[in-house]
């Protein structure tokens, strides 16, 4: 199983999971064009997606995501509420071949077992996602104001994870945000800072973990720096697993043995 992105951050987002001869893309949240012009630099066209997989409504996960299935044909997966949420939108699904998921109700997608995930988010229905494939997890988690029991439960063994860093509340408080977008993001349905990642990782098993992507980083309110110091502190040993999914590149292919 390999995992790679197409970029991570507020101005879009797009996670790609290989294993054997599935490739599903996890949220596509930049425009057709720019879709495409991504997995070109990664040797990829969107006719080789077996599945496009969405976590939620916000435009930054699914801006293109209608527009691709629809032209390609490929199949889309989402919960109704996500579904609902974009109905009549331009970032719609209608005309694509678009399938349900429902949180905690695993599924086989070819090669992988996609199991949907609720997690706290202010959204309709959001969930984010885990793949198994021949005994190993890989875990996709982002976009969440808080660590629940549920979530620590269904991340806690992955052989790889990417795992939102969104925000440094210090910088948050003093950046350039409005007061009411500061609560949003700080909230417990808004995102994860970088303590709060701290603190899902520390419950989770380190020495199963092959990779670590720091993801979702706010360009206003974090920096790689603020994000990797907060995560040392609980990966002390094995650090060199450790990346930063950026918005312009993503991250290229790593893959779990």
Not at 233 to 254: K, N, P, T
């Given at each position: 199983?390999?995992?790679?992105?197409?970029?991570?951050?507020?101005?879009?987002?797009?996670?790609?999971?290989?294993?054997?001869?599935?490739?599903?893309?996890?949220?596509?949240?930049?425009?057709?064009?720019?879709?495409?012009?991504?997995?070109?630099?990664?040797?990829?066209?969107?006719?080789?997606?077996?599945?496009?997989?969405?976590?939620?409504?916000?435009?930054?996960?699914?801006?293109?995501?209608?527009?691709?299935?629809?032209?390609?044909?490929?199949?889309?997966?989402?919960?109704?509420?996500?579904?609902?949420?974009?109905?009549?939108?331009?970032?719609?699904?209608?005309?694509?071949?678009?399938?349900?998921?429902?949180?905690?109700?695993?599924?086989?997608?070819?090669?992988?077992?996609?199991?949907?995930?609720?997690?706290?988010?202010?959204?309709?229905?959001?969930?984010?996602?885990?793949?198994?494939?021949?005994?190993?997890?890989?875990?996709?988690?982002?976009?969440?104001?808080?660590?629940?029991?549920?979530?620590?439960?269904?991340?806690?063994?992955?052989?790889?994870?990417v795992l939102e860093c969104n925000h440094e509340?210090?910088?948050?408080?003093?950046?350039?945000?409005?007061?009411?977008?500061?609560r949003r993001v700080g909230g417990n349905l808004?995102?994860?800072?970088?303590?709060?990642?701290?603190?899902?990782?520390?419950?989770?098993?380190?020495?199963?973990?092959?990779?670590?992507?720091?993801?979702?980083?706010?360009?206003?309110?974090?920096?790689p720096a603020h994000a990797l110091d907060q995560?040392?502190?609980?990966?002390?040993?094995?650090?060199?697993?450790?990346?930063?999914?950026?918005?312009?590149?993503?991250?290229?292919?790593?893959?779990?043995?």
């Open positions: 199983m390999r995992l790679a992105s197409l970029g991570s951050g507020s101005k879009g987002n797009g996670t790609l999971v290989r294993a054997g001869d599935t490739l599903v893309l996890v949220d596509c949240g930049f425009t057709l064009r720019e879709t495409t012009q991504r997995l070109a630099s990664l040797g990829l066209a969107p006719e080789d997606l077996s599945a496009v997989l969405i976590t939620h409504e916000h435009g930054d996960h699914v801006r293109g995501a209608g527009a691709l299935a629809r032209k390609h044909g490929t199949p889309l997966y989402s919960t109704f509420g996500t579904a609902r949420a974009v109905s009549g939108k331009a970032a719609g699904f209608h005309g694509a071949d678009w399938r349900e998921v429902r949180p905690g109700r695993g599924f086989p997608l070819a090669d992988l077992m996609v199991t949907p995930v609720t997690v706290p988010h202010d959204a309709l229905e959001p969930c984010q996602y885990r793949f198994g494939w021949r005994g190993r997890e890989l875990g996709v988690l982002t976009d969440l104001g808080s660590v629940t029991p549920h979530v620590v439960a269904a991340y806690q063994d992955c052989d790889a994870l509340p210090e910088l948050l408080a003093v950046g350039p945000y409005p007061a009411s977008l500061k808004g995102h994860l800072s970088n303590q709060q990642a701290a603190t899902l990782l520390a419950q989770c098993n380190l020495d199963r973990l092959q990779h670590l992507v720091l993801s979702h980083l706010s360009e206003q309110n974090n920096t995560v040392h502190r609980v990966m002390d040993i094995g650090q060199e697993r450790i990346r930063v999914a950026s918005q312009r590149h993503g991250f290229d292919w790593l893959e779990i043995h």
